[in-house]
């Protein structure tokens, strides 16, 4: 056992049963603020798993922790239950504020503190209209008390149980009436006051709060690679808004307006920058200041990392990409244009998780041919196709006929489609462990043969190319933590 621990023996006075309920009152936040995240904010199966396995990492005991499911009034364990907010598209709320908490100890002299709590749920079962129920619930968290310059506090708070709560015991406390839970936030200097600072200043700078508001993945440092902090960042700035009364939205939608950002360490805090965009034009309408709540050591003491593994890599990786791209195109009056599109997307970052597919689709505005190839996180060069697009498919939507699965390995990728007049080059592959054709060579060897073309007797052809990057990403399992 840590020696920090302390055996908790003797009697609670009342201050810390205070003490305890401001601590749960924090963690109990954090759940809801997980749980939804895991229930509406997944665009894939991978990312799903991701944030199941965090929520249960971070908030349970275990992934068998008996858990009352309110959507249809029977107890789960917590994986089954997270399983069916997702299927449901459940969406909670609570208020800690209201709850009532009872401090005991379980049979291990452990000590306990259980929340009563009123939980109102929305959610829709597939093939049913939205549903909303108020359903009350019993939080059971166990935490231990750690020895502190001032004697004893409260940490690592664990659900052991949730279950339907048919009465509240007499002795349960309300929470104290003369404690500020705005400079409680502000003491734990946690992500979840982070988020709620960001919230602020951004419901400020929005020109039209009736507008729903799409939330992007913030990077490292304008890298467009996102990770698990990431996750946890967008998720609880998504939870804070919608508090606010701001109408968040899931998806996004080619109208409207959005949230986008990036973070890095400056000293002992975290920067995070955010810009506030159009989502129909991509471009920004305002800066908000840089936020430097979150002290970087919050950031460890949850085992997340600011800086992915692969960003050096990646930033190297674009840098040769675009300093070897084709300088060629002679003067026209119409200059050649392609566009490009993954699984229906333009944007510039772009995230698959292990298992997705992707659909690719191009467009051009002149007869030419493409070349199509995906650039690996591990610096290999894929063939994806090849293809001579004839006058009456220009300015048309073209798909490639086959779609592509997110494997191994994983990080920040770039498919890139370079169009030309003439016929490109022939190029030398050689098949990989999943299939792919890889082409021969270094990373710059293979950018260079890919853009290659036949130049002939005769005029210069018109040369030009379009990329997309993307993050690719791949859900760990508790077993694999």
């Known amino acids: 056992m840590n020696p920090s621990v302390v055996q908790a023996q003797q009697r609670f006075t009342k201050g810390d049963s205070t003490a305890f309920i401001k601590r749960c009152h924090i963690e109990l936040e954090d759940y809801i603020s997980g749980l939804n995240a895991a229930g509406l904010y997944c665009g894939s199966q991978g990312e799903f798993v991701q944030k199941q396995q965090t929520l249960i990492a971070q908030s349970f005991l275990d992934k068998e922790t008996f858990v009352y499911s309110d959507l249809v009034g029977e107890g789960f364990p917590v994986q089954q239950y997270i399983q069916q907010f997702r299927l449901y598209r459940g969406e909670a709320t609570v208020d800690p504020g209201k709850a009532r908490y009872l401090l005991s100890r379980n049979k291990a002299g452990k000590p306990v503190v259980i929340a009563y709590v009123s939980q109102t749920t929305e ?16 939080i059971h968290y166990t935490f231990d008390l750690v020895a502190g310059s ?15 709560a048919r009465a509240i015991p007499p002795k349960a406390e309300s929470f104290p009436a003369d404690v500020d839970i705005i400079a ?10 982070t988020a709620y600072r960001l919230a602020r200043s951004i419901a400020e700078k929005l020109p039209n709060k009736q507008v729903p508001l799409v939330v992007r993945k913030f990077s490292y440092d304008n890298s467009q690679l996102t990770n698990a902090f990431s996750d946890q960042l967008a998720d609880e700035l998504r939870h804070r808004l919608k508090s606010d009364g701001i109408n968040v939205i899931a998806d996004d939608r080619p109208q409207g307006q959005g949230i986008r950002g990036s973070y890095q360490q400056r000293g002992n805090q975290v920067e995070i920058t955010t810009e506030l965009f159009d989502l129909s034009t991509d471009k920004s309408i305002t800066t908000l200041a840089p936020n430097r709540d979150l002290p970087v050591t919050w950031v ?6 600011l800086k992915p593994e692969d960003n050096d890599a990646a930033i190297t990786t674009q840098q040769t990409i675009t300093a070897e791209a084709p300088t060629v195109s002679p003067a026209a009056s119409t200059p050649l244009q392609i566009a490009l599109k993954a699984s229906g997307r333009v944007r510039k970052s772009l ?11 191009l467009r051009v505005n002149k ?9 690996q996180t591990d610096g290999a060069v894929a063939f994806l196709d090849e293809m001579e697009i004839k006058a009456d498919q220009i300015n048309k939507d073209i798909l490639l006929p086959r779609q592509f699965e997110c494997v191994p390995p994983f990080g920040q990728e770039t498919l890139l489609a370079a169009a030309s007049t003439t016929r490109f080059c022939p190029l030398q592959t050689q098949e990989n462990q999943f299939g792919s054709a890889i082409i021969a060579g270094t990373l710059k060897d ?24 993307l993050t690719t990403r791949g859900a760990k399992t508790l077993a694999q933590k």
């Open 446 to 469: 293979a950018l260079k043969n890919t853009r290659c073309v036949d130049r002939g007797m005769r005029n210069l052809p018109e040369l030009t190319e379009t990329r997309l990057v």
């Open 300 to 305: 460890l003491q949850k085992g997340l990392k």
């Open 150 to 164: 001032t004697g004893f506090e409260p940490e690592n708070y664990k659900i052991v149980k949730i279950e339907n």
């Open 184 to 193: 409680l936030r502000e003491k734990e200097r946690s992500l979840s006051w």
């Open 123 to 138: 959610y829709e079962k597939p093939g049913t209209s939205r549903t909303r129920k108020t359903t009350p619930l019993a």
């Open 351 to 361: 995230e698959f998780w292990e298992g997705d597919t992707m659909t690719v689709g």
């Open 367 to 375: 007869p030419c041919f493409v070349r199509l190839v995906y650039v």
